[in-house]
């Protein structure tokens, strides 16, 4: 199946090129867009809540037990920093990412013996801050 398209009138032909030459690389506003994400997923440590601002499950009281006698922090996900650390952001030409590497998987699936955690997550606000960057690409005025 073709289509064909035929533009007549100088203006509206210099726009589709316009256009045409925005959408041919996303990368700037997907590289702005997933630093942003990981920027807002990187704050859920602090605020122990999911992208939709759930609370993360409990910690189990011998968790609490073993972290306070090696000291480590009583904050959720926060016992070393790793899993906080393995957040990350990349893009390309069409397609942004922002994940999480290791272990930290097991926290935002759960498993048999580890409550969910949902580290990664869109939500609402997310999702208008994808639109308005990418409208405000192929839009700038």
């Known amino acids: 199946m073709n289509i064909t398209v035929k533009v007549e009138g100088k203006e509206t032909l210099e726009e589709i090129k316009r256009l045409k030459r ?6 700037i506003p997907l590289e702005n867009y997933t630093r942003w994400f990981k920027k807002e997923t990187d704050k859920q440590f602090d605020t122990e809540k999911d992208s939709d601002g759930l609370p993360w499950a409990k910690l189990k009281p011998y968790t609490l037990a073993r972290k ?23 893009s390309s030409k069409f397609e942004g990412e922002v994940g999480i590497e290791g272990n ?15 580290i990664i997550g869109m939500n609402g606000i997310r999702e208008e801050k994808l639109e308005l960057t990418m409208y405000k ?4 005025t």
Do not use: C, M
């Not at 925005?22 to 990368?27: C, H, V, W």
């Not at 930290?104 to 949902?118: N, S």
């Open 68 to 90: 306070k006698r090696l000291g480590y922090p009583q904050k959720i996900l926060t016992e070393s920093g790793n899993t906080r650390q393995t957040l990350y952001h990349k």
């Open 137 to 140: 690409w192929v839009n700038p």
């Open 22 to 27: 925005r959408l041919s690389n996303l990368a």
């Open 104 to 118: 930290a998987g097991f926290h935002q699936d759960g498993t048999e013996r580890l409550p969910e955690r949902k």
